[in-house]
């Protein structure tokens, strides 16, 4: 099992940019497969994207494709997602996910129900 924390959320006008943080503790965060989620003021949870555990691969919701970035450091425990050019839509509390099974980056995104561990969130509101 792995513990995660996110931060890094807050107050940005349109257009501007954030850049959030998870980091983790407990089992080898290179052995994870992790992923960020929004869930919306109306509780939604979105898919946003995820990236392999060697961070050599990454996968977006087309929503944010082009604006957003997810990055990781194995050494640091941590992974970043980097939001630009963002949108009121954008508002909402921020979730990184972890997976640490075997199937490969493209069937986790597709299946966001696999992603086990979760953080506690951080905010985010976009003002127009």
């Known amino acids: 099992q792995v513990q995660l924390v996110e931060s890094g959320g807050g107050l940005v006008q349109a257009g501007g940019s954030l850049r959030l943080s998870c980091t983790t503790s407990?089992?080898?965060?290179?052995?994870?497969?992790m992923g960020w989620f929004r869930q919306t003021p109306e509780k939604e949870r979105l898919f946003l994207g995820a990236?392999?555990?060697?961070?050599?691969?990454?996968y977006y919701a087309d929503s944010v494709k082009g604006r957003f970035t997810i990055s990781r450091d194995n050494a640091k425990n941590t992974v970043y997602l980097q939001m630009n050019s963002l949108l009121p839509e954008d508002t909402g509390v921020y979730y990184c996910?972890?997976?640490?099974?075997?199937?490969?980056?493209?069937?986790?995104?597709?299946?966001?129900?696999?992603?086990?561990?979760w953080g506690q969130g951080t905010p985010v509101t976009v003002s127009s």
């Open positions: 996910a972890a997976y640490g099974g075997p199937y490969h980056l493209i069937v986790v995104a597709r299946t966001p129900t696999l992603f086990s561990d």
């Open positions: 407990g089992r080898t965060f290179s052995t994870y497969t």
């Open positions: 990236i392999s555990r060697s961070g050599g691969n990454t």
